[in-house]
């Protein structure tokens, strides 16, 4: 299945994920779609994923994917639907 990813700065990315996928594996194969483009391009070499997933949420419909081992479907998520960016708020 195709989950488009939408960043903050409007570009929508699709990731394409197994049916039964997992949040964690949205997650890596959003890493892997990066990094290929990257390479390709010739752009920035690194990017601290550490950082980015500490500062951003990955949200459906309103709702922040928080658990990494919950199922996309659990979540309501099917093909080509969108998945948005969202900048945590600090405590």
Avoid at 13 to 40: F, I, Y
Avoid at 79 to 89: A, C, G
């Amino acid at each position: 299945m195709t989950v488009r990813v939408c960043k903050a700065d409007g570009e929508i990315v699709p990731v394409v994920v197994v049916q039964n996928a997992s949040v964690l594996d949205l997650k890596k194969a959003l890493r892997r779609h990066v990094q290929l483009r990257q390479a390709r391009q010739g752009g920035v070499q690194h990017l601290s994923w550490k950082y980015i997933w500490r500062t951003y949420h990955l949200t459906y419909a309103g709702e922040k994917l928080a658990d990494d081992r919950k199922k996309l479907r659990e979540y309501g998520i099917r093909n080509r639907d969108e998945v948005s960016f969202i900048k945590k708020l600090r405590k």
